[in-house]
């Protein structure tokens, strides 16, 4: 019964360039979150889909991020023009259905590092 | 609007003594309150969940958590911790209105000899 998945694990890239991370999510989810960890700070809510949906972005910069969940494959955190600041680590989390009082479940986490 | 504060940054404990991590939230609503461990270089597991009934949560590896609606707090509990205990916990808040996690910045528990 394999957990969320996200990969890569550890991505470094230079300033400007794109990042790309992936994240699928468990088995029978259809719901994902993305999630932010900056150092010595909790994690903040990025963005939260459906299979083809963004049902809620407001934790998510204007400009440079977007994210995707296709009806096929695994849900993208895309991040353009990478800049210092974007160095964290991104974590996804499904659910089965809607609604607070579903458990989310993690994957490992991606860590961006850019130099 | 929602918020947690988890008060200790850092809690050094040894062995076997007992512990407590407290959270306080503040919402406008009923809440759904969660605690969430995350050891070095993983993702994050959930511990226990309060969503409504007995306001003392049992959740794995001996951990405990008491919802106590008046003081908005929901304060983690161990009474005898172990080495491998030592992580960051996270506690964290949602609503039936509101599906998305909103977390505390995380209390570092350090288990010694």
């Known amino acids: 019964n394999a957990g969320v998945m996200q990969n890569p694990r550890h991505l470094v890239r230079r300033r400007g360039q794109e990042a790309r991370l992936r994240c699928s999510p468990m088995k029978g989810h259809s719901h994902v979150y993305w999630y932010r960890q900056l150092p010595e700070e909790g994690l903040k809510f990025m963005v939260y889909?459906?299979?083809?949906?963004?049902?809620?972005e407001s934790g998510m910069p204007k400009e440079r991020f977007s994210a995707e969940f296709p009806k096929e494959g695994p849900s993208i955190l895309r991040i353009q023009q990478v800049v210092r600041g974007d160095s964290a680590a991104y974590f996804c989390?499904?659910?089965?259905?809607?609604?607070?009082?579903?458990?989310?479940?993690f994957g490992p986490g991606t860590r961006l590092l850019v130099l | 609007a929602q918020s947690v504060t988890q008060l200790d940054s850092q809690v050094p404990v040894f062995e076997e003594a007992p512990v407590e991590l407290r959270c306080n939230y503040s919402s406008s609503v009923s809440v759904y309150l969660f605690w969430y461990v995350q050891y070095p270089n993983q993702g994050l597991q959930l511990l226990l969940k309060?969503?409504?009934?007995?306001?003392l949560v049992k959740g794995i590896n001996g951990f405990e958590a008491e919802f106590n609606k008046s003081q908005t707090s929901f304060h983690l509990r161990k009474p005898s911790v172990h080495i491998s205990d030592t992580a960051e916990y996270f506690c964290?808040?949602?609503?039936?209105?509101?599906?998305?996690?909103?977390f505390g910045k995380g209390t570092m528990l350090l288990v010694s000899p």
């Open positions: 889909l459906q299979k083809e949906n963004i049902i809620d």
């Open positions: 309060y969503l409504s009934g007995s306001t």
């Open positions: 964290a808040v949602s609503d039936e209105g509101y599906s998305t996690l909103t």
């Open positions: 989390a499904s659910s089965p259905v809607s609604g607070g009082r579903e458990t989310q479940y």
